[in-house]
């Protein structure tokens, strides 16, 4: 009994308009039930949700830092403090994202990769995305040139060799030479070709599908933008039916109308939501330090101070708000492009992403102004807005 938890009373987000409320029993770290849970029984540990809305842990496959923490530390430290912050705002598992550093012997990589899967006190690492290094330096955004390397499957094995095992996405350019070698490296050792910081023409982007890229980095952030005698590669992602795409709904890296755009062209099974999210996710607005350079965070979104966006400092949930507002989906289907959609893309649709028996208990409990009240990973609280935890019902 020591390692059960109940969850009385709450509403499932894919649920709403029906009546009545649920009971969500979890027994070490899995959903075991989920319906009418036996009044009678003593549980370990329950949690009266007063109703509240019950959604499945936030999964971010985009994120570099939270709470003045980032992966480029290359600090354990760091990681536990963005995986504690992450679960504050609902995110439960997520993929640490950033670059190659050279000078730095890589020493982020590695720590990372130590911590993958880890007990870190909040979210859990699934793994590593590494924007690069073989991408476009003509559309590198917030990458430093010393981040990007001319393709060569030497080099590619020496990441392979740091990262352990643990590299599960790799944002590539298609167009270069050398790249779709490497993108079929990819797809052969099971990690996920993503599309981004490229160049590529229509054709070079078909290719690249062709190749085995099935994912889009940030899309219409660094990549050639929709023309009519030159379509690029938006026109391609738009015409391909099994390719998925991260958007940062956030209305300043993608305007609204855009977003509405991306989700009526490509499908709400196709979206993913991230937060491109960097050290200053969780603080104040301010000016703050990303890879050597100075940065502004202001209203969630963080830029160099000459103006290049690097990412945002909005949570998973205020992302998919958004998304929700400038598509006027559902809940379901906004809630899904940060648990359902990842998961599925990840090939973990079977343990994550969705609230249904025998699946890893990570969830979330928003309060009634729609906050996060609550957040649950492989069954244990690890974050409460009050103490609310009760020895028995």
């Known amino acids: 009994m020591s390692d059960q938890l109940l969850i009385r009373n709450c509403k499932l987000f894919n ?27 003593e549980y370990a540990s329950v949690i009266n949700a007063n109703e509240r809305v019950t959604a499945p842990g936030f999964i971010d496959v985009h994120i570099q830092g939270a709470g003045g ?3 480029l530390d290359g600090t354990e430290e760091a990681l536990v403090t963005m995986s504690r912050t992450l679960s504050c705002l609902g995110t439960t598992s997520f993929l640490a994202t950033t670059v190659v550093k050279p000078d730095r012997n890589n020493r982020h990589l590695k720590v990372t990769a130590r911590n993958v899967n880890r007990e870190l006190g909040g979210a859990i690492i699934l793994g590593i995305h590494l924007e690069g290094p073989f991408i476009n330096g003509k559309k590198n955004g917030g990458i430093s040139k010393n981040s990007i390397f001319s393709p060569s499957l030497k080099a590619f094995k020496e990441i392979i060799d740091i990262t352990s095992d643990t590299l599960k996405m790799m944002t590539i350019a298609p167009e270069l030479e050398g790249n779709l070698g490497i993108i079929y490296k990819l797809v052969e050792d099971d990690i996920i070709a993503s599309f981004g910081h ?20 940030h899309i219409f952030n660094a990549m050639p933008s929709l023309h009519h005698r030159e379509p690029g590669p938006l026109l ?6 099994d390719i998925t795409a991260q958007i940062i709904s956030d209305g300043v890296h993608v305007h609204p109308g855009i ?26 607005d301010g000016k703050y330090i990303y890879n ?25 949930w205020e992302i998919a708000r958004k998304f929700m507002e400038f598509t006027n989906c559902s809940l379901e289907i906004a809630i ?58």
């Open 69 to 71: 923490a980032d992966i």
């Open 292 to 316: 050597i350079r100075e940065y502004e965070s202001k209203d969630g979104t963080a830029q160099y101070l000459d103006g290049t966006l690097i990412g945002t400092t909005l949570s998973a």
């Open 198 to 217: 490229s160049n590529a023409t229509y054709i070079e982007t078909k290719k690249g599908f062709s190749a085995g890229i099935k994912h889009v980095t």
């Open 336 to 393: 899904n492009t940060i648990t359902k959609n990842p998961a599925k893309l990840l090939g973990i649709e079977d343990k994550k992403g969705s609230i249904e028996v025998g699946k890893d208990a990570d969830l979330v409990i928003f309060d009634h102004d729609n906050s996060i009240w609550s957040t649950i990973i492989n069954g244990k609280v690890v974050f409460e807005k009050q103490l609310r935890i009760l020895d028995k019902d």
């Open 259 to 284: 977003v509405n755009l991306v989700y009526r062209n490509i499908g709400k099974d196709r979206c993913i939501c991230i937060t491109d999210g960097v050290q200053a996710m969780g603080l104040p």
């Open 15 to 41: 649920a709403i308009e029906q009546d009545g409320f649920v009971d969500i029993l979890i027994e070490s770290g899995s959903i075991v039930q989920i319906g009418k849970v036996n009044e009678r029984q």
């Open 236 to 241: 391609a992602i738009f015409e391909s039916d």
